[in-house]
């Protein structure tokens, strides 16, 4: 059963105001004048007026002060995160203009979303419509794509007595929606990962087999599916899992272990978009001496760019040279530090490696998570998060990083490092638990400042607060601030085309997706 977000009933002036026939004191007229002897009468008139001011204002302030009144206040008030403004800077409100609004009055539902609150009189608008919270078993969706339709997601949702995976598309302006139902997913697996391939749209889920797991892909052409043949997936504990087109070719990459179990390595194959027909088996693609792990993979004219995180454990701490100098009941476990790094290696039309992959970001770093899109010129700009500290926590920084096929640049701190050299405003600012999502944007329209070059989205989710946005050059550079959108919330960016944003909004039980149209400067005040 749905649960009920029913506003309490407000408490009105009308509901609470006191009769005021039995209430008015008596009135002093030019033949009732106040007496030495009716100096007790005057006593109880003036304590019966002071009564009556009493009452007059506990009315006034609880007419003030309703459930919904509050409520509604609380949910105008901008919500408070690391690296967000201070709302009650009038200097800071202003120069934050909204820079994007809804491109459709309505948004797209999956699932059963929960009944909209009532206010006091019946009707919608209570404080509940705008909750966005996480129920259990929720829909999920995953990584979205643009495609020639519009946009797409995988997702999957309790239904049929389990659990089924779909693809949802959205019209370009977020109109019209439907959902495609794939297969029952078994096993506690992620939602289906989609490339777009013109007016087609690619997908690849996980399935558990008797040798472990298994990928399928499938071509969606409206609401026509079309399965290709089946990948061995492994028996790796990793869910990581991409697919990209570019041309008449399909690559499809994942993380398994090697044999010996010792280390884990990226792995790869390719297929005809057209058929889904495999063209070259799977085969490893990062180094023997690699531990990788989280592969991306992103069409580019010609090929492809393939991206991960490599890493090396290093001891915290060294141990003891000789037994004699362990207490064994004060000695605690050696503690490791691993160091994790991004490595890229461009492939060509057919997935096979044109390069030796090289390290891309210091390799005594510890990237955490990382996204990925196009820059100008075909190069690939990347966004990471690198952080020492537990998994979860506050702190670390954000950084992006241009790579081209001639050489990459150094990483720039974006958010966090406060201090760090060449560190922008925005750099003094939190990032919370938050991760980068990065999403492409329409390229600049000349050959003029920072803000003509702006090609793609930077986006940080964090549950404490709503999404920060901003806006990134070519060259991996702030164009705009980085701070919240009236019209993102907490919603999470999940695709983008060179107008729009897909955005995923938790509604309870359900998932919304919407669309945005955001421009990359604000526009001027008024």
């Not at 009038?90 to 459709?104: M, N, V």
């Not at 797409?152 to 389990?162: K, N, P, S």
Request: charged share 20%; hydrophobic share 40%.
């Amino acid at each position: 059963m749905e649960p009920n977000h029913r506003a309490p009933p407000g408490n009105t002036s009308a509901d609470r105001r006191p009769p005021t026939s039995d209430r008015r004191p008596p009135t002093p007229t030019a033949d009732r004048r106040p007496k030495a002897e009716d100096e007790p009468e005057g006593v109880a008139w003036k304590g019966a007026l002071a009564i009556a001011l009493a009452v007059g204002g506990l009315v006034v302030w609880r007419a003030c002060s309703t459930p919904d009144r509050a409520a509604s206040d609380a949910a105008a008030a901008p919500s408070a995160i690391p690296g967000a403004s201070d709302p009650a800077d009038p200097a800071a409100s202003a120069a934050k203009a909204p820079r994007c609004a809804a491109a459709s009055a309505a948004p797209f539902v999956i699932g059963d979303a929960p009944p909209p609150a009532r206010g006091p009189d019946g009707a919608g608008g209570g404080a509940a419509d705008s909750a966005e919270d996480l129920a259990p078993f929720a829909v999920e969706v995953g990584r979205g794509a643009a495609f020639a339709g519009g946009f797409a997601v995988g997702a999957q949702r309790e239904a049929e007595g389990g659990t089924v995976a779909m693809v949802a598309t959205l019209s370009a302006d977020g109109a019209q929606g439907k959902l495609i139902r794939l297969a029952r997913s078994r096993g506690d697996m992620d939602p289906p990962v989609v490339a777009g391939a013109g007016g087609a749209i690619l997908a690849a889920m996980l399935e558990p087999n008797a040798g472990g797991r298994a990928i399928k892909v499938a071509r969606v052409e409206g609401e026509h599916v079309t399965w290709g043949a089946e990948l061995a997936e492994g028996r790796d504990e990793s869910l990581a899992l991409d697919i990209a087109a570019s041309g008449e070719r399909a690559v499809i990459v994942w993380d398994d272990v090697t044999r010996d179990g010792k280390r884990s390595r990226i792995m790869l194959a390719s297929a005809d978009v057209g058929t889904l027909r495999s063209v070259t088996s799977a085969r490893p693609v990062s180094q023997p001496s690699t531990d990788a792990e989280m592969p991306r993979v992103i069409g580019r004219p010609g090929g492809y760019w393939l991206a991960y995180i490599a890493r090396a454990e290093e001891p915290a701490r060294k141990a003891a040279t000789e037994p004699s100098e362990v207490n064994e009941d004060t000695a605690a476990a050696g503690e490791t530090i691993t160091h994790q790094w991004l490595e890229v290696v461009p492939l060509d039309e057919t997935g096979a490696l044109t390069s030796t992959p090289r390290a891309v970001t210091p390799r005594d770093g510890h990237v955490l998570a990382y996204d990925l899109t196009l820059s100008d010129d075909d190069g690939l700009l990347l966004a990471f998060r690198d952080d020492d500290t537990p998994s979860g926590s506050i702190g670390g920084r954000i950084s992006a990083v241009l790579v081209r096929l001639g050489g990459a640049s150094e990483p720039r701190v974006l958010v966090g490092g406060a201090g760090e050299q060449d560190a922008p405003p925005e750099a003094a600012l939190g990032v919370g638990a938050g991760v980068p999502a990065l999403l492409p944007s329409a390229r600049g329209a000349g050959p003029g400042g920072a803000r003509e070059g702006a090609a793609a989205w930077l986006a940080i989710a964090n549950a404490s607060g709503p999404t920060q946005l901003a806006a990134l050059t070519a060259r991996g550079e702030l164009a705009d601030g980085l701070h919240a959108e009236p019209a993102l919330g907490r919603g999470e960016p999940i695709a983008a085309s060179a107008e729009a944003l897909l955005v995923a909004h938790p509604a309870g039980k359900a998932m919304k997706l919407g669309v945005l149209r955001c421009t990359m400067t604000a526009p001027p005040n008024k």
